[in-house]
């Protein structure tokens, strides 16, 4: 699960970034960065709890 969380991140982060140099969508390339930002805090929080 810790995986998918990483891989959907990334794919967040490289549409926030393909957006953000190539177009101009508005808010919406932001809420993608902050859910891509919140993803990747939920997986390290979720590792170190396994741990």
């Given at each position: 699960?810790?995986?998918?969380?990483?891989?959907?991140?990334?794919?967040?982060?490289?549409?926030?970034?393909?957006?953000?140099i190539?177009?101009?969508?508005?808010?919406?390339?932001?809420?993608?960065?902050?859910?891509?930002?919140?993803?990747?805090?939920?997986?390290?929080?979720?590792?170190k709890?396994?741990?």
């Amino acid at each position: 699960m810790r995986n998918l969380l990483y891989v959907l991140a990334v794919i967040i982060v490289i549409a926030w970034a393909i957006g953000f140099i190539g177009y101009s969508v508005g808010g919406i390339i932001h809420v993608l960065l902050v859910i891509a930002l919140i993803t990747i805090l939920l997986g390290i929080i979720q590792s170190k709890n396994k741990k």
